[in-house]
């Protein structure tokens, strides 16, 4: 199991198309801290850099969402792809 499976497990049972998580809530669905460069909008892009990985990415976009950093808020915004 990935460390990121939690969240694409939780985001796939949401009904809702649009939405708003604190880095507190995924922390907790997580089980773990995210790292220090969530803060940064990079971190959350819905594209892939060539030659990089990113599992949190395809944690959420597996569950057909993209993630949208709020700046300054410790918030996440994401919106349903699929």
Same mark, same amino acid.
Request: proline share 5%; aromatic share 12%; net charge positive.
């Given at each position: 199991? !990935?460390? $990121?499976d939690?969240?694409?497990? $939780?985001?796939?049972?949401?009904?809702?198309?649009e939405?708003?998580?604190?880095?507190?809530? &995924?922390?907790r669905?997580? !089980?773990?801290?995210?790292?220090?460069?969530?803060?940064?909008?990079?971190?959350?892009?819905? =594209?892939s850099?060539?030659?990089?990985t990113? =599992?949190?990415?395809?944690?959420?976009?597996?569950?057909?969402?993209?993630?949208?950093? &709020?700046?300054?808020?410790?918030?996440?915004?994401?919106?349903?792809?699929?």
């Amino acid at each position: 199991m !990935g460390k $990121y499976d939690p969240l694409r497990d $939780y985001l796939r049972r949401q009904r809702a198309d649009e939405f708003e998580l604190t880095f507190a809530d &995924i922390e907790r669905r997580l !089980g773990a801290m995210l790292p220090r460069s969530a803060d940064r909008p990079q971190w959350w892009a819905n =594209v892939s850099d060539p030659g990089t990985t990113h =599992v949190q990415r395809e944690a959420w976009r597996a569950a057909g969402f993209d993630a949208f950093l &709020i700046a300054g808020k410790d918030r996440v915004r994401f919106r349903r792809t699929m």
